[in-house]
């Protein structure tokens, strides 16, 4: 009886705390404990929590009774009054509700004794025997309790309940986690559990916990990088020594610390800061928000990372702020305010964000809080390159501009789904207005909206339009290409192909249900086109912008429905409509559209109408060879070229799929192009294009050795000189008329480029051609020069130890031009211009030796420079002018002691002769000489007055690690004092420099740019000319 009465008078304070026994028993381990005298029990307990009072209000039952009740039930349970925690976690986990409670009693009557059994308890459940005493609990040191409980786990007294794999443990982490589930459950309420309180001090000591978390990782770092910067330096000294690992061991260890400082700060940030920076009491909110300003200045590397995660989240949750109406008065200033961010966020690098940010702008259309001027940015998004992408922005465009859902719904309206296809094909014409001459962009435009828009489908409502059958539908001219090339792609869409460039080019595989679905369209595609598409073709065979996406509309039909529904007539009329559209058009695509479809339609149509396409087929055939004939001869005879080039185009591109005999056209051909006149750079660069080809290395040791062929010296003599004459002749043209002008220097690019070609594949013998194309370096302009200089690198990399032979050799050539002037009597200004187009291809060439160069292909300068001197004293004093003009930009690229040699040389050549005997032939060699005294004197000079500095300085020991530094400083400016190259020549050195490591290939590319861009420009210089004249 005393027992029942402690009983009744502790269920009498605990129903004051209005806990829910409910909960705690849906929670428990076990299904077995919630029978049938449980339940009788907890049903008034319910109506308490339902109350809110805490009274008995409406309770018919008497405490006793309930008490026996759940008395009989726990006993059956299993329920020992001497059990203690461990033991029912171990063994009888249906009674842990119960426990739970009994422990809370024996913790309000004895706070202290209680606190010493839950330690213990959970001491026990790591494994642990340690003893608490209550008596002793208050001086316990904690540290004490950690340092015997590890020295247990090093003695091994300590049993693994947890990873046990023993049967009667099998429950133990349910029923672990259970108990402490049911405790806080038991307590949440508890009258000695003051949740506010609780959360207040716990936010207080968590957010100041980070605060001075944050105080020590500042420190931290800063020490950090004190010990990177010194580490650095040892490593410079490289000095391998115990300091080296000293300051090693403590970056290693500093970085630990930050490490585990940053993760402390993370687990109390996602841990207490996550969940009560919204917390109802607004003084925790407001300790949290001003504690997270201090936390971001303060360490702004952890607390402002860019994570792509944060902004999804964000974006989701104002997702579900606005997906409320009742939400969005409310949001209006944060709207406004950040309504450019969300925009903004449509572009994000991280596509899920740029996604969800599309899904967010949509139901601020919906809401009407966004303007058409701000959604401009999100439209240039339709050709953006992740398909995701494109994709959420096609179904706005859909929503918003198409089916215009937004407005209706906001309106009330809710037709925008009833409303006919030719309206929503109206308004995406007008879309596609804006890219009338890109069929790409639209092509980009009709796949992002594509599965959304059902009128796209709408075969039959599309080619109404197109044939004007609606009289109150007018389509311009440039709407009609737009709704032929929609139609094209929706069909190609339909049957499953790309009208996109796709990201990766894998195969793409499909379900059996997906190709029958692909199947169906193709059938409702063919159904809807076989009586219209003959209209179709009639009405637009002329127009050369939608002749070819109609054509092509044939390669996806099923050709076998034209068999099957007695369709061969219409069949007949497409073929002879698409023969008579090929010899109607000479552009490419739609010459290309044609013969594909002629080429599908002879393959896969069925067995009587196969052969109808094939002799229509060799009916074309014959037809182009006729048409062929017929323009050359009308060429032979003076007339117009047009329809020999078109028919060609024709030709060219049919014999591209099939193979077409031509046997009896080569004599034609060969008679018209004995009387072009413009034929040789066309011969130039074919004839380099073929010898590339066929080069002999390519086939070499291989079955195919008899193809390869290499010219003889004759061929290649006969090749440059066409070149040479084809250089010429446009450096005659220059003050004709501009358009000619840009013609020839066409052909003067693609003539240099195919010789360069030659040289740079080792494709001929460098011998010959590459001297005779370098003397042309400063001879033909900027491009040739952009030519030769990417050849020069081409060269560097493959023939480096042959290049002061063909420098020296172009050189020779070069002067040659200038002694075969003089000699021929020309006129002087003649003469003049070639001796310094002379001197400037040296200095052009010597230029390529610059910088660090100089040191490092010194022998080869030196090379040049010796063999130049033995060349110039070749029949003396007749070629002693090539000293001057090819020699000395050389010779100033050398240091001094090898200038003094080469002086030495050219003294002791001389002495056998008497200089006075003919004083102007030799007046080169002497100018020669002084030159190479003056440079020798001045450098001695500086030498030696660097030196006398030195001997000066002897006495400042402290000086000395400068002075040599010093003097290599100024021996590098003596020797650039002392160039003779000019101001522009050194530009051009630097402008060499840069360049050096480009490709040959660059520089046809760079030709090529240079010629689109004096093309758009000659027309203007063209209309600027006849208006002066």
């Known amino acids: 009886m005393e027992h029942a009465a402690v009983v009744s008078e502790t269920s009498v304070r605990r129903s004051k705390r209005g806990r829910p026994p409910l909960a705690a028993s849906d929670v428990g381990p076990s299904k077995s404990s919630g029978s049938a005298g449980e339940k009788a029990d907890h049903s008034p307990t319910d109506g308490d929590q339902g109350s809110g009072d805490g009274s008995y209000d409406g309770l018919d039952d008497p405490a006793p009774k309930a008490k026996r009740k759940r008395g009989a039930a726990i006993r059956a349970a299993g329920w020992k009054e001497d059990q203690s925690l461990i033991d029912i976690i171990k063994h009888n986990g249906r009674v842990i509700n119960h426990a739970v409670k009994k422990w809370v009693e024996r913790y309000e009557g004895d706070p202290k004794s209680a606190m010493v059994e839950i330690l213990l308890f959970l001491f026990e459940a790591c494994g642990a025997k340690y003893q608490l005493e209550a008596v002793s609990f208050d001086e316990t040191d904690v540290d004490d309790v950690v340092v015997s409980l590890v020295e247990l786990a090093k003695n091994g007294e300590v049993e693994d309940h947890f990873n046990s794999k023993q049967k009667e443990l099998k429950s133990f982490k349910e029923n672990l986690a259970s108990f402490w589930d049911n405790l806080v459950l038991e307590c949440q309420n508890g009258p000695f559990t003051p949740p506010r309180v609780y959360r207040q001090v716990a936010s207080l000591v968590g957010l100041q916990l980070v605060t001075s978390f944050i105080n020590i990782a500042k420190i931290l770092s800063g020490q950090r990088e004190t010990t990177q910067r010194q580490l650095n330096a040892e490593k410079k000294k490289q000095n391998e020594g115990p300091r080296?690992?000293?300051?090693?061991?403590?970056?290693?260890?500093?970085?630990?610390?930050?490490?585990?400082?940053?993760?402390?700060?993370?687990?109390?940030?996602?841990?207490?800061?996550?969940?009560?920076?919204?917390?109802?009491?607004?003084?925790?909110?407001?300790?949290?928000?001003?504690?997270?300003?201090?936390?971001?200045?303060?360490?702004?590397?952890?607390?402002?990372?860019?994570?792509?995660?944060?902004?999804?989240?964000?974006?989701?949750?104002?997702?579900?702020?606005?997906?409320?109406?009742?939400?969005?008065?409310?949001?209006?200033?944060?709207?406004?305010?950040?309504?450019?961010?969300?925009?903004?966020?449509?572009?994000?690098?991280?596509?899920?964000?740029?996604?969800?940010?599309i899904g967010l702008l949509k139901q601020l259309l919906r809401h009407q809080l966004l303007t058409d001027d701000e959604l401009g940015p999100l439209y240039d998004l339709l050709i953006d390159e992740p398909p995701l992408i494109r994709r959420a922005i096609g179904e706005l465009v859909y929503d918003h501009l198409i089916a215009q859902k937004i407005k209706n719904s906001h309106s009330g309206r809710k037709d925008g789904e009833n409303e006919s296809s030719e309206v929503h094909l109206g308004r995406m014409l007008q879309i596609l207005?804006?890219?009338?001459?890109?069929?790409?962009?639209?092509?980009?435009?009709?796949?992002?909206?594509?599965?959304?828009?059902?009128?796209?489908?709408?075969?039959?409502?599309?080619?109404?339009?197109?044939?004007?059958?609606?009289?109150?539908?007018?389509?311009?001219?440039?709407?009609?290409?737009?709704?032929?090339?929609?139609?094209?792609?929706?069909?190609?869409?339909?049957?499953?192909?790309?009208?996109?460039?796709?990201?990766?080019?894998?195969?793409?595989?499909?379900?059996?249900?997906?190709?029958?679905?692909?199947?169906?369209?193709?059938?409702?595609?063919?159904?809807a086109m076989m009586k219209s598409y003959p209209q179709l073709l009639h009405k637009y065979i002329s127009d050369k912008a939608k002749v070819s996406p109609l054509v092509e509309i044939m390669g996806l039909l099923k050709l076998e429905l034209y068999s099957l529904k007695r369709q061969e007539q219409n069949f007949k009329t497409i073929l002879e409509l698409?023969?008579?559209?090929?010899?109607?058009?000479?552009?490419?695509?739609?010459?290309?559209?044609?013969?594909?479809?002629?080429?599908?339609?002879?393959?896969?149509?069925?067995?009587?109408?196969?052969?109808?396409?094939?002799?229509?087929?060799?009916?074309?055939?014959?037809?182009?060879?006729?048409?062929?004939?017929?323009?050359?001869?009308?060429?032979?005879?003076?007339?117009?070229?047009?329809?020999?080039?078109?028919?060609?185009?024709?030709?060219?591109?049919?014999?591209?799929?099939?193979?077409?005999?031509?046997?009896?056209?080569?004599?034609?051909?060969?008679?018209?192009?004995?009387?072009?006149?413009?034929?040789?750079?066309?011969?130039?660069?074919?004839?380099?294009?073929?010898?590339?080809?066929?080069?002999?290395?390519?086939?070499?040791?291989?079955?195919?050795?008899?193809?390869?062929?290499?010219?003889?010296?004759?061929?290649?003599?006969?090749?440059?000189?066409?070149?040479?004459?084809?250089?010429?002749?446009?450096?005659?043209?220059?003050?004709?008329?501009?358009?000619?002008?840009?013609?020839?220097?066409?052909?003067?690019?693609?003539?240099?480029?195919?010789?360069?070609?030659?040289?740079?594949?080792?494709?001929?013998?460098?011998?010959?051609?590459?001297?005779?194309?370098?003397?042309?370096?400063?001879?033909?302009?900027?491009?040739?020069?952009?030519?030769?200089?990417?050849?020069?690198?081409?060269?560097?990399?493959?023939?480096?130890?042959?290049?002061?032979?063909?420098?020296?050799?172009?050189?020779?050539?070069?002067?040659?031009?200038?002694?075969?002037?003089?000699?021929?009597?020309?006129?002087?200004?003649?003469?003049?211009?070639?001796?310094?187009?002379?001197?400037?291809?040296?200095?052009?060439?010597?230029?390529?030796?610059?910088?660090?160069?100089?040191?490092?292909?010194?022998?080869?300068?030196?090379?040049?420079?010796?063999?130049?001197?033995?060349?110039?004293?070749?029949?003396?004093?007749?070629?002693?002018?090539?000293?001057e003009a090819a020699v000395l930009p050389f010779?100033?690229?050398?240091?001094?002691?090898?200038?003094?040699?080469?002086?030495?040389?050219?003294?002791?050549?001389?002495?056998?002769?008497?200089?006075?005997?003919?004083?102007?032939?030799?007046?080169?060699?002497?100018?020669?000489?002084?030159?190479?005294?003056?440079?020798?004197?001045?450098n001695e000079g500086l030498q030696d007055e660097k030196e006398g500095n030195v001997v000066r300085r002897r006495g400042r020991p402290r000086k000395a690690i400068n002075l040599e530094g010093k003097k290599l400083f100024d021996g590098h400016e003596s020797s650039e004092e002392d160039s003779i190259s000019d101001s522009d020549q050194n530009d051009q050195e630097e402008d060499d420099d840069e360049e050096a490591d480009q490709p040959l290939i660059h520089t046809f590319r760079a030709s090529a740019s240079k010629l689109r861009s004096m093309r758009i420009a000659r027309p203007e210089s063209t209309e600027t000319a006849k208006n002066n004249r």
């Open 891 to 938: 010779v100033s690229k050398l240091p001094t002691s090898d200038i003094l040699e080469i002086l030495k040389d050219v003294q002791k050549r001389s002495e056998s002769v008497n200089i006075d005997e003919d004083p102007s032939g030799w007046r080169p060699y002497s100018m020669f000489v002084d030159h190479l005294q003056e440079k020798y004197a001045k």
């Open 433 to 527: 207005r804006e890219f009338p001459d890109d069929p790409i962009l639209s092509a980009y435009v009709i796949d992002d909206v594509w599965d959304d828009m059902k009128a796209m489908k709408d075969w039959k409502c599309i080619i109404s339009m197109l044939l004007d059958e609606n009289p109150l539908i007018e389509l311009t001219d440039v709407d009609a290409t737009n709704l032929v090339r929609l139609l094209y792609a929706s069909a190609r869409k339909a049957v499953g192909e790309k009208i996109v460039p796709a990201t990766d080019n894998r195969k793409q595989y499909y379900t059996k249900a997906q190709k029958e679905a692909l199947e169906n369209s193709r059938r409702e595609i063919t159904a």
């Open 244 to 357: 080296l690992e000293s300051l090693n061991k403590r970056l290693s260890l500093t970085h630990e610390k930050i490490t585990a400082t940053e993760e402390m700060m993370r687990k109390i940030f996602t841990g207490l800061f996550m969940h009560r920076y919204r917390d109802v009491d607004p003084e925790i909110r407001m300790s949290c928000i001003r504690s997270l300003g201090i936390w971001i200045l303060s360490y702004p590397s952890l607390f402002l990372q860019d994570f792509a995660g944060v902004r999804k989240a964000s974006i989701l949750a104002l997702q579900n702020l606005y997906e409320v109406d009742d939400n969005v008065p409310s949001l209006g200033l944060f709207t406004e305010r950040f309504c450019n961010r969300m925009i903004e966020l449509a572009d994000d690098i991280d596509i899920s964000v740029a996604v969800s940010a």
């Open 578 to 883: 698409i023969v008579d559209a090929f010899f109607k058009h000479g552009e490419k695509d739609t010459l290309r559209s044609c013969i594909k479809v002629l080429t599908f339609c002879s393959t896969d149509s069925q067995a009587d109408l196969q052969d109808y396409v094939q002799n229509k087929l060799k009916d074309l055939e014959s037809d182009i060879i006729i048409k062929l004939k017929a323009a050359m001869k009308e060429v032979e005879m003076g007339g117009d070229e047009y329809s020999l080039l078109v028919n060609l185009k024709r030709l060219y591109e049919l014999q591209l799929t099939k193979f077409v005999s031509i046997d009896g056209l080569y004599e034609d051909m060969a008679s018209i192009l004995r009387d072009l006149s413009d034929i040789d750079n066309e011969v130039c660069v074919i004839l380099a294009e073929i010898w590339c080809l066929f080069k002999k290395s390519k086939y070499s040791s291989t079955r195919l050795d008899g193809l390869g062929y290499s010219p003889n010296l004759p061929s290649i003599q006969n090749f440059w000189k066409l070149s040479e004459k084809l250089l010429k002749i446009s450096d005659e043209t220059e003050d004709e008329d501009a358009n000619e002008e840009y013609i020839e220097e066409t052909n003067r690019d693609a003539v240099m480029i195919a010789a360069a070609k030659l040289v740079a594949t080792h494709t001929v013998s460098k011998d010959y051609l590459a001297p005779e194309i370098f003397s042309h370096f400063v001879m033909h302009g900027t491009s040739i020069s952009e030519i030769l200089k990417h050849l020069i690198t081409a060269l560097r990399k493959t023939a480096n130890d042959e290049i002061p032979t063909i420098f020296l050799e172009a050189l020779k050539r070069s002067y040659k031009r200038h002694t075969v002037d003089l000699s021929s009597g020309s006129t002087e200004s003649l003469a003049s211009k070639s001796y310094s187009d002379c001197k400037e291809l040296a200095s052009r060439l010597s230029a390529t030796f610059t910088g660090a160069a100089r040191n490092k292909h010194k022998s080869e300068i030196l090379n040049v420079v010796k063999d130049g001197i033995s060349y110039a004293f070749l029949e003396a004093p007749k070629h002693l002018s090539f000293l």
